[in-house]
């Protein structure tokens, strides 16, 4: 039996731009199995973000297909699909005008799902990332780690089986992204949710994944997948293993081998 | 408790001005003598305006309040519905903003003596004035507020999969809130000075047609009675629609 879960066939995407149509990601295929932790890394403007939203429903793909479980989509991911899926953003993008509570409950009302089961689902992942005393409070009363926790737990509230996640903590400070790692590591090992990570980071992808997809720029596609054989549970102590560094060596030299020489050193 | 003082400063300060202003003007007739007729001193057009606000006044400022709040109340929810109209539909925002910018630059002053060539010079007139006055600032402020989402909230509500109704519900309108108060307050401003000018164009009633009439007989104290009575219009509208804001609108952004 094939558990693979997320395939994405040939995808393509134009933006259409004043200058012209730029084909952004071109020939993208890879397929993500069940429980799967996967990293996709890559310099700015590779394309990570246009392969995610068009797996989240957010954009439609100009060529190829999308398929979730055993469902195809040609022209941009819709409907019913979209309970199956948890989307965190960049940034952790919830409504100033709602409480946290109501925040939470967005994705329910939007889905459909209601009663007593789903209230207490808020209240327990209010607690596992400590923020039960926020219940009440409006996002601008948390800090902006607090707020990147409620983006993380918005969008596992409906019991999503597909977490997607574009660089969602890489607006935090270092100690707090550290921070937050660990705790998604520890959700994706209590939860077993098929988790899709975007970073540009490449010891986090390694940290956090058990693959890698490694992305080149121009046009914006997928160079390599990488399989991360290290023993879990991770902690920091895993960049002393001779093969984290091994990893890290391939993988930054197969970015940097893709984009050129005139390239500058990013952060 | 830090809240509490600035809250009780900022009440503190406007009646501080008001005490000063009062007290300069106050002296400054009484020194040099200027006559009533011309500048009346502030103790004198308060004393006016309690002798005479029953017998001479409550009338015309009864008749002036129902013209403001009957305006206001047509146009504050026409404007904002026409504002999410427009904004959902770029083409006919395109369309009719520049024939809205027109009908707000210009002055009603010039409008009014029109509509009551057409209708008289009873209440709707004035009403209409109000309307067509404060309609356009509330539906301009509106469209900027509906326009004014960010992308990264609307791709949330397009990764659930949300309905367009949903969205507007959910983000569009509330995000439009501080937008659209900012237009009903403008709205009050524009509906209490258009309801004025129209009175004092034409009519017999009204405030602004007392202005004028008291001013005929050289009776200042009561003319300025009755713009004390307007800026009391004025500002408890302004005020009000402060304190219905400052309870809808909780969070911060
Ligand atoms: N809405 C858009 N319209 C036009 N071009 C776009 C649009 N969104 C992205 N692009 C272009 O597509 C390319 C890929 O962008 P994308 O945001 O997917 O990159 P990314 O890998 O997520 O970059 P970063 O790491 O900086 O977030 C870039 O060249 C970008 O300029
Ligand atoms: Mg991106």
Known sequence: MNDTIIKMQDVEKIYPTKKGPLVAVQDVNFAINKEDFVSLVGPSGCGKSTIIRILGGILDQTRGTVTYFDREFSSGVKGDILSKIGFVFQSHNLLPWLSIKKNLSLPLEIFKLSGAKWEKRIDELLEMVGLTAYKNAYPAELSSGMQQRIGVIRALVHDPEILLMDEPFGSLDSITRELLNFELLSIWQKTRKTILFITHNVEESILLSSRVFVMATNPGRIIEAIDIDLPRPRTQSISNDPRYLEYEATITGLIDQFRGVDAVEEV | ?253
């Open chain 2, 1 to 253: 408790m830090k809240k509490k003082d600035f809250s009780r400063l900022n009440f503190l300060a406007p009646v501080l001005v008001f005490i000063v202003i009062f007290i300069s003007w106050e002296t400054i007739v009484n020194v040099f003598h200027i006559p009533r007729q011309v500048l009346p001193s502030p103790v004198n057009i308060f004393k006016s305006l309690f002798d005479n606000f029953i017998p001479l006044l409550s009338s015309h400022f009864l008749i002036t309040l129902r013209t403001i709040l009957t305006g206001f109340v047509i146009a504050v929810p026409t404007g904002i519905l026409l504002g999410a109209v427009l904004s959902q539909y770029k083409i006919l925002e395109k369309a009719i903003s520049p024939y809205v910018i027109i009908l707000v630059t210009t002055p009603l002053i010039v409008l009014v003596p029109l509509f009551m060539l057409w209708l008289g010079f009873g209440t709707n007139v004035r009403i209409l004035a109000v309307i067509a006055q404060a309609i356009p600032v509330i539906m301009l402020n509106s469209i900027t507020g509906f326009n004014s989402v960010e992308k990264t909230k609307l791709e949330l509500m397009e990764s659930l999969g949300a309905t367009k109704w949903q969205t507007f519900v959910k983000v569009t309108f509330p995000n439009a809130l501080s937008h659209v108060f900012t237009g009903i307050t403008l709205g009050g401003v524009f509906s209490t000075i258009s309801v004025i000018s129209a009175e004092i164009v034409g009519g017999k009633t009204g405030l602004g047609n007392r202005i004028i009439y008291f001013s005929g007989f050289i009776e200042t104290e009561l003319a300025f009675a009755c713009i004390l009575l307007v800026i009391l219009i004025g500002v408890t509208l302004a005020t009000s629609i402060g304190v219905v804001r400052d309870t809808v609108i909780k969070w911060k952004n």
